[in-house]
T-cell receptor
Framework: IAGITQAPTSQILAAGRRMTLRCTQD?????MYWYRQDLGLGLRLIHY???????GKGEVPDGYSVSRANTDDFPLTLASAVPSQTSVYFC????????????FGAGSRLTVL | AQSVSQHNHHVILSEAASLELGCNYS??????LFWYVQYPGQHLQLLLK??????LVKGIKGFEAEFIKSKFSFNLRKPSVQWSDTAEYFC???????????FGRGTSLIVHP
């Protein structure tokens, strides 16, 4: 079934540890996105990529990095996790352009202690 | 920068009641508008979208939304809600030269049977 696969589904890690959230899509979409979802704050964009080889910063990029080596993969890395990064992280992809309907992954729930 | 406001953060209704969720955006130029829904434990999925043409658009499960350009609004409506409509609803806007959707903070809808 075409879509987005995120891993891990859930993770608890200690503050200061490095963590990479994986995201893979099989729809050959040009654009990919990472959002975090927090209660009362909705979805906030962390980083995005309009096409393979390019990335950009979203609304809340600090403490996160991404790479887009190919069309399908868009990993999100927390270099040194802090408790404020406790959240649910959603990866999404789309065709880009104005008619950009996003397909979302199932999310990764991250708890930083 | 584009901003999206959803004024109703929490809505509680009984089955068969009518629903209207507000969404306002700030950008005054050409916009593409979306409503996404997140059912409990699931990822976000598209409910309906507006790109051009008839400002009254119909989506899945009996939902509709009306684009009112003069009011910068794209309110979501359903004449008679069901218990299965319990979910989080997000309004999103793509505007100007950016193809990145900006999301509102979401509205949590609870429908009592």
């Amino acid at each position: 079934i075409a879509g987005i696969t995120q891993a891990p589904t859930s993770q608890i890690l200690a503050a200061g540890r490095r963590m990479t959230l994986r995201c893979t899509q099989d729809m050959r979409h040009n654009a990919m996105y990472w959002y975090r979802q927090d209660l009362g704050l909705g979805l906030r964009l962390i980083h995005y990529s309009n096409t393979a080889g390019t990335t950009g910063k979203g609304e809340v990029p600090d403490g996160y990095s991404v790479s887009r080596a190919n069309t399908d993969d868009f990993p999100l890395t927390l270099a040194s996790a802090v408790p404020s990064q406790t959240s649910v992280y959603f990866c999404a992809s789309g065709e880009s352009g104005g008619a950009n309907v996003l397909t979302f992954g199932a999310g990764s729930r991250l708890t930083v202690l | 920068a584009q901003s999206v406001s959803q004024h109703n953060h929490h809505v509680i209704l009984s089955e068969a009641a009518s629903l209207e969720l507000g969404c306002n955006y700030s950008y005054g130029g050409t916009v593409n508008l979306f409503w996404y829904v997140q059912y409990p434990g699931q990822h976000l999925q598209l409910l309906l979208k507006y790109f051009s043409g008839d400002p009254l658009v119909k989506g899945i499960k009996g939902f509709e939304a009306e684009f009112i350009k003069s009011k910068f609004s794209f309110n979501l409506r359903k004449p008679s809600v069901q218990w299965s409509d319990t979910a989080e609803y997000f309004c999103a806007v793509i505007s100007g030269g950016s193809y990145i959707p900006t999301f509102g903070r979401g509205t949590s809808l609870i429908v009592h049977p």
